[in-house]
């Protein structure tokens, strides 16, 4: 199945030095049965998405609790086996069973230098925009508002030197 897992800068340092990705909890994100259920309309394509971006958003997460990290979202895209669907938590969270190995990673999306102010603000106010908060809403919004670029796997040491 393919998976979304949020990360961050210092997780993408820990993946290209181990050769595993060890997301928080086992938590990932995917085109589920009850993400698929949850829209009356949209491709594969659209849904899978919907997916990443709950995992980007979740990378705020993981930056909100890393003041650290470079205030960049990471979402790293894995093709992996025992995945455990949650819809108790949310129509795309799934549960992996252990760490993800290099060779099954996909892709890496990252945001680029520019999007670092609107994410920063983001991650500040991400509990808050949850609880409905509309000036944290649109402050979320305008991270989103930045799209992830796209990495392949082999690129992954030189982007990480290049940063």
Do not use: C
């Not at 129509?91 to 945001?111: E, F, T, Y």
């Amino acid at each position: 199945m393919r998976v979304y897992l949020p990360g961050t800068v210092p997780m993408l340092q820990e993946l290209n030095a181990a050769g595993e990705f060890k997301p928080l909890n086992g938590t990932a994100f995917a085109l589920t049965p009850a993400l698929r259920e949850a829209y009356t309309a949209g491709s594969a394509e659209d849904l899978e998405y919907v997916a990443m971006a709950d995992a980007a958003r979740a990378s705020l997460r993981l930056l909100a609790a890393d003041p650290e990290a470079m205030r960049r979202r990471v979402v790293i895209a894995a093709d992996v086996d025992g995945v455990t669907v949650r819809p108790d938590l949310d129509n795309s969270v799934v549960r992996l069973s252990g760490p993800v190995q290099l060779k099954d990673i996909a892709a890496i999306h990252l945001d680029a230098p520019e999007a670092e102010q609107a994410v920063a603000a983001a991650a500040e106010v991400i509990d808050a925009a949850d609880m409905g908060d509309e000036d944290a809403e649109f402050l979320l919004g305008d991270a989103e508002d930045h799209d992830l670029a796209w990495y392949a796997t082999q690129e992954l040491p030189f982007l990480l030197e290049l940063m």
